[in-house]
């Protein structure tokens, strides 16, 4: 059975310019949640993603967009990226009842410089 | 709004010890709440849950968590503690009809040989 997947494992970047995260559920999950975990911190919430819509958003700007494909898997885009986006971007997948256990993936180191 | 609690920063505890990691919240309604561990560059592992029924909720290597409602609390707790427990600890939390999950700050533990 395979788990969450996410690629890369790490990027750098440099401030202006734009990235693109991939996230490939839970076999069975049809739900994908994106949370941002700043060093030192706990994940915050950035968005979510259901049907390929997406369903709930967190504190965070235009800058962050998503997609979620016919297969359920999922993009992260950032634009415009800051040095302030450096962070560790975790991808989770569920079903879409409330409540129901996220599942995380290993996570895409982001740097930008 | 969901919110979490993890008033420690760090708990060190002697192998073989109990050990004990501190979590409350404050959620809107019945409260829906998930303990998850982190090592060193990996994504979160889910221990385990509170959705109902049972205050006393049982979980992955060895790791239960009592939910107390009075005190709002949900604290995780190990009855022997392995050098192999040593990582980051997350408290989260879900509300009704929220998917979204709400994290701590997280408690380093460190299980001292």
């Known amino acids: 059975d395979a788990g969450v997947t996410q690629s890369p494992t790490h990027l750098i970047k440099t401030r202006g310019q734009q990235v693109t995260l991939r996230c490939s559920p839970k076999?069975?999950?049809?739900?994908v949640s994106w949370y941002q975990q700043a060093l030192g911190q706990g994940p915050q919430f950035i968005f979510q993603?259901?049907?390929?819509?997406?369903?709930q958003r967190g504190n965070f700007p235009d800058r962050f967009s998503g997609h979620q494909f016919p297969n359920y898997s999922s993009e992260l885009n950032v634009n415009a990226l800051l040095l302030g986006d450096s962070a560790l971007y975790l991808c989770?997948?569920?079903?879409?009842?409330?409540?129901?256990?996220?599942?995380f993936g290993p996570g895409t180191r982001l740097t930008v410089l | 709004a969901q919110s979490v609690a993890q008033p420690e920063d760090q708990v060190n505890v002697a192998e073989g010890n109990p050990l004990t990691v501190k979590c409350t919240y404050s959620?809107?309604?019945?409260?829906?709440l998930f303990w998850y561990v982190q090592y060193p560059n990996r994504g979160l592992q889910f221990l385990l849950k509170?959705?109902?029924?049972?205050?006393l909720v049982k979980g992955s290597y060895g790791f239960e968590a009592e939910f107390n409602k009075s005190q709002t609390s949900f604290h995780l707790k190990k009855p022997s503690a392995l050098v192999s427990d040593s990582a980051l600890y997350f408290c989260?939390?879900?509300?009704?009809?929220?998917?979204?999950?709400?994290f701590g700050k997280g408690n380093q533990v460190v299980v001292i040989p």
């Open positions: 076999s069975g999950h049809d739900t």
């Open positions: 989260a939390a879900l509300s009704y009809g929220n998917n979204r999950l709400a």
């Open positions: 993603y259901y049907e390929e819509e997406e369903r």
């Open positions: 509170y959705i109902t029924g049972d205050n």
């Open positions: 959620v809107s309604g019945n409260p829906y």
């Open positions: 989770a997948s569920s079903f879409p009842r409330v409540p129901d256990t996220q599942y």
